[in-house]
Nanobody
Framework: QVQLVESGGGLVQAGGSLRLSCTPSGFTLETYAIGWFRQAPGKEREGVSYISKNSGITYYADSVKGRFTVSRSNYENTAWLQLDSLKPEDTAVYYC??????????????????WGQGTLVNVSE
């Protein structure tokens, strides 16, 4: 079955850190750009970060710049999102997604062919 699997979410206090992982099943990541998205309770899903196939290009939402870091290893067939200085407003289900051909803005969801099931990040006061 072709899918992405996220892991690493959990409950953390404000100011803490988490590292999310994104691993494919049934395909390799090297020919795909990776996007990270999140959906907070009662809100629309939003783009958080993006990394190109060769890691040469990265993007971040303004709300997470300087606190989150996206990375990947095509050798390890894994992408990561490091979440530091977490705030309660970062509480959401986080998703990774894979796009073979990026044709629009990095956060445009329809260009991502594969999505993970999501991992919950819960940041307490």
């Amino acid at each position: 079955q072709v899918q992405l699997v996220e892991s690493g979410g959990g409950l953390v206090q404000a100011g803490g850190s988490l590292r999310l992982s994104c691993t494919p099943s049934g395909f390799t990541l090297e020919t795909y750009a990776i996007g990270w998205f999140r959906q907070a309770p009662g809100k629309e899903r939003e783009g958080v970060s993006y990394i190109s196939k060769n890691s040469g290009i990265t993007y971040y939402a303004d709300s997470v710049k300087g606190r989150f870091t996206v990375s990947r290893s095509n050798y390890e067939n894994t992408a990561w999102l490091q979440l530091d200085s977490l705030k309660p407003e970062d509480t959401a289900v986080y998703y990774c997604a894979a796009s073979r051909t990026v044709v629009a803005a990095w956060y445009w969801e329809p260009q991502f062919e594969f999505w993970g099931q999501g991992t919950l990040v819960n940041v307490s006061e």
